[in-house]
C-alpha cells in the first residue's frame, strides 16, 4: 500500500519583488478559468535554473514531480540546492499549495522543515509538546504518555519549562526532532535536521528514524550528508531544476548525484605550454596521468605528473589529497620536484590491494620550494577502481574505504 503517491505536480513560482503585480495577475488567472481556458502565465513559465539570468516573471520550483512511496519505505530525497527539495515538502506538509497536480496521503505526517517550524516561539517547550501532538490529531492521553520519552530524548529537560526563544539553535531543533518523531505520525518528514546538532545527536537522530522505520511508518528525508542517506533510505529521489532526475535505490540515486555533479575528467590531460594549462605564478601543469586508465583493486597503479616553469625556479614541491565519493580524505601525500629545462616531472606509485572499489578524486596542492602556496586545483583528476569478478567466498562489496591485503596465520 501507497503511504504518498504524487502525480503531475507543479509548483510556479513569481520573480521579483513581493506582491508586485500579484493581484492583477491572480483575476486574469481567474477570469481564464473561468472561460475554461489555461492559465495564460503558464505559458511562460521557465524552468528553475537558477545558474542563468531570466527575463521572465515565472519559474517552476517542481514540474511534473511523479513518485509514489509504499508503506514503511524510507524515501531519501537529494539535489543541488535550489533544486526543489524544500519546495517538495513544503507542500506535502502543507505550508503551502501545489500551482496543480494531485497528492495521495494515507496517514497523519508530522514535519521537520527546518529550525524554529511548528514551534511558538512564546511558548515553553513543554507547551510546545502539547500543541504539535494537538495539531496531529492527538489527545492529551497520547502525549502525556510520551512526554518522558521525547524530554529524555531530546535532553533539554533543564530548560523545558523555558520559552523556546531562549533555546540554542541546538536546542531547538532536538526537541522539534524528539517531538516529530515520538508522536507518532504515519509519515515522517525531515528537512537536514542533521545539519544542526552535535555527533552524539545525529547518531541518535540516525537511529531513532531506523526505528521509526522498523516500526512500519514511512520517512521521507533530505539531506546532503550522503553517508547518512545511504545508510538510512532504502529509496532514493534525485531533483534537478524542478524535476526528477533519477528514482532508484539509495545507493543508486547517490551514485547518479555524484555523476551528474561532478565535471567529468579524464585520466589522461595533456596542456603543453597553452594558455588553458591551469596554473599559476609561471608554473603550470602539462600533463596528469594515471595508469592503468580502467584500474581494479589489484592492479599496481601509477599517478604521473608534469609540469613547466617560466621562472627558472630550481625546485617546486607538490602535494595530493585523495578523495573518495563521500569527499572524505582518504590520505594524501607529497614530492619535492627538481627541475630539468624548466620542466618538473614525477610519479607516485599506489601499491595494489590499497583502495576498495568505488570513486576517488585528487586534489593537487603546487607550491614553491619553501612551501609557499602557488596553486591548487581540486579534482584534478577523477576516476573508478573496479572490483574483478570473484567467484567464491563473499561476493558483496567488502567494507572500508581502503582494502590492503593483510597477511594472516590461522595455525
Request: with cysteine; hydrophobic share 40%.
Amino acid at each position: 500500500m501507497d503511504a504518498l503517491k504524487i502525480e503531475g505536480l507543479y509548483k510556479e513560482y513569481r520573480l521579483g519583488e513581493l506582491s508586485t503585480g500579484t493581484f492583477a495577475h491572480d483575476l486574469n488567472r481567474l477570469w481564464y478559468r473561468l472561460r475554461g481556458k489555461e492559465n495564460p502565465y503558464e505559458k511562460i513559465t521557465e524552468t528553475n535554473d537558477r545558474t542563468k539570468r531570466t527575463e521572465g516573471q515565472y519559474v517552476w520550483a517542481l514540474e511534473d514531480i511523479n513518485f509514489s512511496v509504499a508503506q514503511g519505505e524510507v524515501l531519501g530525497i537529494i539535489g543541488r540546492n535550489g533544486a526543489g527539495k524544500s519546495t517538495l515538502l513544503k507542500i506535502l506538509s502543507k505550508v503551502t499549495s501545489p500551482t496543480r497536480g494531485s497528492i495521495a496521503i494515507h496517514g497523519r505526517i508530522a514535519s521537520l522543515l527546518e529550525v524554529g517550524t511548528g514551534f511558538h516561539p512564546e511558548l515553553t517547550g513543554r507547551e510546545n509538546i502539547f500543541l504539535n501532538g494537538a495539531i496531529l490529531g492527538m489527545t492529551k492521553k497520547e502525549i502525556r504518555s510520551k512526554f518522558d520519552e521525547i524530554v529524555a530524548f531530546s535532553g533539554v529537560e533543564k530548560y523545558i519549562d523555558t520559552p523556546v526563544k531562549r533555546y540554542s539553535s541546538g536546542m531547538y531543533v532536538r526537541l522539534a526532532f524528539a517531538v516529530a518523531a515520538h508522536l507518532e505520525p504515519e509519515i515522517l518528514i525531515i528537512d537536514e535536521v542533521l545539519a544542526v546538532g552535535d555527533a552524539e545527536f545525529q547518531r541518535k537522530c540516525l537511529g531513532k528514524m531506523k526505528e521509526v522505520a522498523g516500526e512500519g511508518r514511512t520517512v521521507l528525508f533530505v539531506s546532503h550528508n550522503m553517508t547518512a542517506v545511504k545508510k538510512l533510505c532504502n529509496k532514493g529521489l534525485l531533483l534537478e531544476q524542478g524535476k526528477v532526475a533519477f528514482m532508484g535505490s539509495a545507493e543508486e540515486t547517490v551514485q547518479a548525484y555524484y555523476a551528474q555533479n561532478t565535471e567529468v575528467i579524464k585520466t589522461f590531460q595533456i596542456f603543453e605550454n597553452s594558455p588553458s594549462a591551469p596554473g599559476a605564478m609561471g608554473v603550470y601543469l602539462k600533463k596528469i596521468a594515471l595508469s592503468p586508465s580502467d584500474p581494479f583493486i589489484d592492479d599496481h597503479i601509477t599517478l604521473d605528473f608534469e609540469f613547466f616553469d617560466t621562472e627558472n625556479r630550481q625546485n617546486i614541491a607538490i602535494a595530493f589529497d585523495l578523495l573518495n565519493q563521500d569527499e572524505m580524505v582518504v590520505f594524501g601525500s607529497g614530492a619535492t620536484l627538481k627541475s630539468n629545462d624548466s620542466i618538473f616531472q614525477a610519479t607516485c606509485y599506489f601499491p595494489k590491494n590499497l583502495l576498495n572499489e568505488g570513486s576517488y578524486s585528487i586534489h593537487l596542492y603546487v607550491n614553491t620550494e619553501g612551501y609557499q602556496p602557488l596553486f591548487s586545483l581540486p579534482e584534478v583528476i577523477r576516476f573508478e577502481i573496479k572490483e574483478r569478478e570473484r567467484t567464491h567466498g563473499f561476493l558483496g562489496k567488502i567494507n572500508g574505504v581502503v582494502r590492503p591485503e593483510l597477511t594472516w596465520k590461522t595455525a
